[in-house]
Nanobody, 120 residues
């Protein structure tokens, strides 16, 4: 069984940076597509960024130019580098993995979530 283990989040000031990681463990721990999602209180979960094994990347408009998604060479660890953080980035962040193309949105495995809080 595959698990996604996320790094600890934290609290930062607006304008600062934070890097999240998500490591896939267990049998069959390689996904074709991996992504980051977030959910703020009272809001629906939204996709933040996705990356597939061919290197195709997607970002939601609100994070373009500030966030960078990447995977390590083994493609078992996913990262999200967040620069220029804003209070509106405050949310619970989740990673997820899929065995199919990212745009199919067939997310089978999810991380446990990590809280990111940005204060002004």
């Amino acid at each position: 069984q595959v698990h996604l283990v996320q790094s600890t989040g934290g609290s930062v000031q607006a304008g600062e940076s934070m890097k999240l990681s998500c490591r896939a463990t267990g049998y069959g721990n390689k996904f074709y597509c991996m992504g980051w999602f977030r959910q703020a209180p009272g809001k629906e979960r939204e996709v933040v960024a996705t990356i597939d094994s061919d290197g195709k990347i997607y970002y939601v408009d609100s994070v373009k130019g500030r966030f960078t998604i990447s995977r390590d060479y083994s493609k078992t660890t996913l990262y999200l580098e967040m620069d220029g953080l804003k209070p509106e980035d405050t949310a619970m962040y989740y990673c997820a993995g899929s065995s199919v193309a990212c745009d199919v949105s067939d997310w089978r495995v999810w991380g446990h979530g990590t809280q990111v809080t940005v204060s002004s």
